[in-house]
């Protein structure tokens, strides 16, 4: 079946220690998304790949980085957790570029920093 | 700004009809998404409404006005599998979604 994979599905960092998320996707869709939700709060788009050409929330926080080195993967590196993004990581995908598409949801990491 | 407004939760016994309202503003709109997110999981997408109306898929329909900013979720035959967030989702005119906090269903028995 087609489908939005992440792994690890619970991750557990020591503070200020690197850690990378990742997602893979089998739908071959042109359209990738890292959010970031914390408990009973609204996911948080913290990046987004239209095909290679990467964009930036204005307030993704300068220690969240990702890569797309194809169209089936995408990685969300957090260079030194903090105790604040200790949260769910969702990676979505959606076929089409500036269309109203469906967004398609991997099962989430949640991470924990300790 | 961009906004999102949604009750923070809802209670209603197994078998009755819910509402959940979903007021929304964005700059330019490309439609109205609700998805259902179980706790601990992602989101699952339930409707897409763009135009005026009401649209019903089995137990569940979903209602846009535009020019009200306005969208519910009706949910039929309540289940208690129905328990979850509802979250409302507006797209912008840069075909972003802009997410509400979601409306947390508890059902009775």
């Known amino acids: 079946d087609a489908m939005v994979i992440q792994n690890p599905r619970y991750q557990v960092t020591q503070f200020g220690k690197p850690v990378t998320l990742s997602c893979s996707q089998t739908?071959?869709?042109?359209?990738m998304y890292w959010y970031q939700q914390k408990s009973s709060q609204a996911p948080k788009l913290l990046f987004h790949y239209y095909d290679k050409d990467f964009n930036n929330e204005a307030d993704t926080p300068d220690n969240f980085q990702s890569r797309r080195p194809n169209t089936s993967f995408c990685f969300l590196d957090i260079r030194s957790p903090g105790l604040g993004d200790a949260a769910m990581y969702l990676c979505?995908?959606?076929?089409?570029?500036?269309?109203?598409?469906?967004?398609?949801f991997g099962p989430g990491t949640r991470l924990t920093v300790l | 700004g961009q906004n999102i407004d949604q009750p923070t939760e809802m209670t209603a016994t197994e078998g009755a009809i819910v509402q959940i309202n979903c007021t929304y503003q964005t700059s330019g709109f490309n439609g109205l998404f609700w998805y259902q997110q179980h706790a601990g999981e992602a989101p699952t997408f339930l409707s897409y409404n763009v135009l005026d109306g009401l649209e019903e898929k089995g137990r569940f329909s979903s209602f846009l006005s535009r020019s009200k900013g306005y969208s519910y979720l009706l949910l039929k035959e309540l289940q208690m599998k129905d328990s979850a967030s509802y979250l409302c989702?507006?797209?912008?005119?840069?075909?972003?979604?802009?997410w509400g906090a979601g409306t947390k269903l508890i059902i009775k028995p």
């Open positions: 989702a507006a797209m912008d005119s840069n075909y972003q979604l802009i």
């Open positions: 739908l071959n869709h042109n359209v």
């Open positions: 979505a995908t959606r076929e089409g570029g500036r269309t109203t598409d469906t967004q398609y």
